[in-house]
């Protein structure tokens, strides 16, 4: 067999590096947001709410306020490893126009499969616990309201949540109702035809429906994850640290965050090339090690019952 078409063996930071898909589909890092860790497991600090109470009134003269006090919570984490192997032997490197391309293609799938774990990791948090309220398209207003109420202490922004198919049936659901229906469509179709015609993309829906329900932002997971098995016609209401802060969830109550090993402290994938000249074949292995811990359970309201 022809050398050129073997792989080199050992680990490969520029296949680490590739983009792997457009990122609308994966929507983990912004739910659960990372904060890198150089020790597989360790223990986290991390703030809660402290519930309002009334302000002192009637404080002698000469005598301290009476204080709440406040203080972080903690819990532990161990960063799990996944990993996912590709094969692509040589006659079919040759065929992929040589090792350089089917290298690229061998680690694309690998890494594609861990950040699939990563992503199905934060959606069964999501969607896994109790549902808070079962969808009404004739109370979806009143209800969104309540839950944006219940979780307006928690630090973030306001985020409905969701599969990109339950979203397009939310949607269909309220444009059939009489009453929401003429006022989600005067908000996407404007007061030109060119304005309309705009708002028949999905975007455009869901950019409407953030301004019908008055939230910061509307994130549409890939079906495949976000709607499959038990994650299906549910949605989620809730507040998500978007800061940017690694170390946010020390000071402020945020829903969660995943605690990801960085081997080298920088790149969270580790991928490695094999050339297998015992069993013919080129082998690609993809590493990742993460634990995805829920803070804030009560950041997060659940809606169930989204058909279309």
């Known amino acids: 067999m022809n ?4 792989t080199t063996t050992g680990e490969r ?3 680490a590096s590739i983009e792997v898909n457009p990122p609308e589909g994966y929507i983990a890092d912004k739910i659960m947001p990372v904060a890198p860790v150089m020790d597989k497991s360790g223990t986290i600090y991390y703030a809660t709410v402290k519930a309002d109470a009334a302000a002192q009134t009637s404080r002698s003269a000469g005598s301290a306020p009476t204080a709440t006090q406040i203080s972080d919570s903690s819990t532990t984490f161990t960063a799990a490893e996944y990993v996912k192997r590709a094969g692509i032997v040589p006659d079919e490197a040759k065929q992929m126009g040589g090792i350089e391309k089917a290298d690229v293609v061998g680690s694309k799938w690998a890494k594609r499969q861990t950040m699939n774990a990563l992503e199905s990791a934060v959606a069964t948090i999501v969607t896994g616990g109790a549902k808070d309220y079962t969808f009404d398209s004739t109370k979806f207003l009143t209800q969104s ?3 944006l109420q219940a979780v307006r202490l928690y630090s973030g922004a306001s985020t409905l949540v969701g599969a990109t198919t339950t979203l397009k049936a939310l949607v269909q659901s309220l444009l059939a ?3 929401y229906g003429p006022v989600l469509s005067r908000i996407v179709s404007g007061s030109s035809p060119a304005v309309a015609a705009e708002g028949l993309s999905l975007d455009s829906w869901l950019g409407a429906l953030k301004i019908f329900l008055g939230i910061d932002q509307v994130l549409a997971g890939d079906d495949a994850v ?3 098995g038990d994650n299906a016609e549910k949605v989620a209401i809730m507040k998500l640290d978007n800061s940017g802060d690694e170390l946010s969830h020390k000071w402020n109550p945020v829903f969660g965050k995943t605690f990801m090993f960085m081997p080298d402290g920088t790149q969270p994938y ?5 050339a ?3 069993n013919v074949n080129n082998l690609y292995d993809a590493y990742i090690w993460f634990n995805c811990v829920e803070l804030n359970s009560g950041a997060m309201k659940l809606f169930d019952g989204v058909a279309a």
């Open 3 to 6: 050398d050129a078409y073997y």
């Open 13 to 15: 930071p520029d296949l």
């Open 145 to 147: 309201q309540t839950a």
């Open 177 to 179: 109702d009489t009453t």
């Open 226 to 228: 976000w709607g499959a």
């Open 270 to 274: 580790v991928i490695q090339s094999i």
């Open 276 to 278: 297998d000249r015992v």
